[in-house]
């Protein structure tokens, strides 16, 4: 033991400010206990009196934390943890998954807890792409954590309930009742886990695929320049499908949301559907729905080969719905102007 | 021979290093003549001192021992000790409190001196022994580590000093702890990086597998027998189950190396934090104009109504969570008063760099002081559960970016001012709080 290899070995690490130090130390606690005891002292410091469940199993790690009523899963690892293990059961099941994902770092030695942040669900799924993953746990980055315990009580204190959809990791259901998307960023390239991984959703260049045929070709001036968002559509034996699922369907589709360009392009977006086959006729009885805030618009196919809808920004959600008789309808997850 | 003749200790002029004539005269009876230290004679005093009840041989190994806790000592100081303000002589008590004396006080009823010797050591029950040498000594073995390396993953350990170190805002994270937290791909890259000795990098990797593979079990094990989390160590029975066809000593090495090499990467990302916040500073440079892109303009008040409403939220933040922390850091005023004028200096609206000149400090120590960054962060929060409940801001509710956004405007705009020659809200709340004697 030399000098110099002290001096390049180091072994004392100084605590980051956003550490959480325990004020009661418990010497036999297991991690999520720790965790629990931090979260606790930092509400209790901040004045926050925000409800902490489950009441009677909080230290329970397989159980998720309800934290002012959102679900969170919290995974713990070693304070200088790089990769965090997520067990996969809770995302097994859509309706039961977590709302956000939670990291914490425990240094149970020393007491002391870091949250280096939160992933939505969808950033989940988004990560579980290309995440090394086992049949009952994958591993992500400690680096993918960001936004530390503030962006988590920024989560669950401000936003509304339908803005952290649960998103499981299982196949996509028929109709998804996701939460928001910002359109220009799906536009801009930023297309999200559930658009990517669950619908298929890639962006092509305007004018090369995404409108298909004459009718449907949408003015040079409007509609001819950037990207539009391409979903593949199929009409499965018992549901309009969406993404991978489609691609085995007989009767094969296409859904493409445009915006305009120039001056139109914050002001304007076109939806079209159209067949796969260029020209094809689209199954008669197909409609394509479309609601914005209290406005709603439903085009019904009958020996046409598309379907379109010019939207006008204002204000509210958009809903895009896929129905044809004897399906169940397919809808995408809402879209929402950006400012 | 000095290193098993000379005594590193703390005494009452502070440390020194204290030669001891009955070591000399043990090592010169024994006829050693070597001049360096080696784990050969280190071994040698060990057995000297289990074939009889003679303190002598642990007298010379109790030298040999303070010269690397003193420099392990050193090397703390060197990288740590003015920015966390650590005391040499109160890390010194912990380490280096071996007077030389023949005798330990021993915990009998009523408390008594005994000699110290290795039989003595060998009875001792679970209390902690005093001097830190003796609780090193007790528990050493030398089939597992050398006496030096021992030493340091003692000291690593011992938990007074952690408990200080932890108070001056620094954690001392074990070989062990490291190699379980870090995966196999940390661990490939720190090996191809830093790696040596005779280990490939696919070997590295597979043998940290494997101590992976046994920690839980084992600190499981542990947890349940001392009804303790922390203080676990590979046993030689651990290591040899790790390794089977090799003496357990090098198992040790090789996983210290790899600990070794981790920390040499590790180190280096995790001191970024203690430089400053140069995120904070960005994010000042692009505060103006934020709130345009966050507020609901159908709904948005004018321009200085919604100034008023942020700014009302935010002072209601401040008034909530900053008198406690103001008051906790005014306790440390009077011992020392240039943490109260850097305090004054930030009201004022001085730079941290501007502070760190005038407190004669690194613009490190005055941002460790400060924890702007984290104090703003925690205010923008609250304000931004408040902010949200009104029409301009309730857009902000429908998705975590619109959120983070409004988060993030918040955060800047309490530590930027919002015209040049104006002080910002959180420097003017301190302004205004803070008390002068």
Known sequence: MTDSSLDQGLEAFAIPTEAIVLADQRPDAQPRTLVVAALRQELQRRRLALPLGPETDLDNPERLLLLNRVAVQIVTAGLLADQIAIPLPPWQEASQAPQLLAAALVDDDNQVVILPGVLTAQEVISAAASAVTSASEMHLDTSLFQGGLDRLLTYVMVLQPEALPRVGLAPAPPSLAVGISELRDLLAGRIDGIWSNLLGASLQPLGAAAFRGAVTTPPADTFGAGLSLQIPLGLGPDAVLAGDSAASCVERLQLSVAPGSGEAESQSLRVVVASCLQGDLLPDGLALRVSQGDHSHRIVASATSSLHLDLQQRDGLITIAIEFPGLRTLELPSLLWRR | ?437
């Open chain 2, 1 to 437: 021979m000095e290193a098993y003749t000379q005594l590193r200790t703390l005494g009452a002029a502070g440390l020194r290093l204290k030669p001891l004539p009955q070591a000399a005269a043990y090592v010169q009876q024994q006829g050693i003549e070597a001049e360096a230290p080696s784990p050969g004679l280190d071994l040698d005093f060990w057995e000297q001192s289990q074939a009889r009840p003679d303190p002598l041989p642990l007298l010379c190994l109790r030298c040999r021992l303070s010269d690397p806790l003193h420099q392990w000592l050193q090397a703390l100081l060197r990288r740590h000790g003015q920015q966390h303000e650590l005391e040499p002589t109160a890390i010194a008590a912990y380490l280096l409190d071996d007077d030389g004396s023949l005798q330990i006080p021993w915990p009998t009823e009523p408390p008594s001196r005994q000699s110290f010797t290795h039989a003595l050591l060998a009875s001792a029950g679970p209390a902690p022994l005093h001097p830190f040498s003796a609780e090193v000594l007790r528990s050493w073995d030398p089939r597992c580590s050398s006496l030096p390396n021992w030493g340091r993953e003692r000291a690593q350990s011992h938990p007074p000093l952690k408990a200080y170190l932890r108070d001056s805002g620094l954690l001392l994270i074990t070989d062990w702890a490291l190699l379980a937290d870090s995966s196999p791909k940390r661990v490939a890259e720190v090996w191809e990086s830093f790696g040596g000795g005779s280990l490939s990098t696919a070997q590295a990797v597979a043998l940290h597998g494997r101590y992976r593979e046994l920690y839980r079990t084992a600190k499981a094990a542990h947890r349940q027998a001392t009804g303790r989390i922390s203080g676990w160590r590979p046993d030689s029975t651990f290591l040899l189950s790790l390794a089977p066809d090799q003496p357990v000593t090098e198992t040790r090495q090789q996983l210290e190396a790899i600990a070794r090499a981790i920390r040499l990467l590790q180190s280096g990302q995790w001191q970024r934090s203690e430089v400053g916040d140069p995120d904070l500073e960005l994010d000042r440079r692009q505060a103006a104009g934020q709130f345009d892109a966050v507020s609901n303009d159908a709904e948005a008040p004018d321009g200085e109504q919604l100034r008023a409403q942020i700014d009302a939220a935010l002072q209601r933040a401040m008034d909530q969570l900053l008198p406690a922390e103001l008051a906790a850091e005014q306790k440390r005023f009077s011992k020392a008063p240039e943490k109260q004028r850097a305090w004054q200096l930030y009201g004022e609206g001085l730079s941290q760099r501007e502070i760190a000149a005038r407190c004669d400090h690194k613009q490190a120590w005055v941002s460790k002081q400060l924890d702007e960054k984290r104090r703003a962060t925690a205010i923008a929060t609250a304000a931004a559960a408040e902010l949200v409940r009104l029409p301009a801001f309730h857009s902000c509710t429908a998705s975590p970016q619109a959120a983070t956004r409004l988060h993030e405007a918040l955060r800047n705009h309490l530590v930027e001012p919002e015209q040049e020659g104006c002080v910002a809200p959180l420097r003017l709340w301190i302004q205004q709080n803070l008390q002068t004697p």
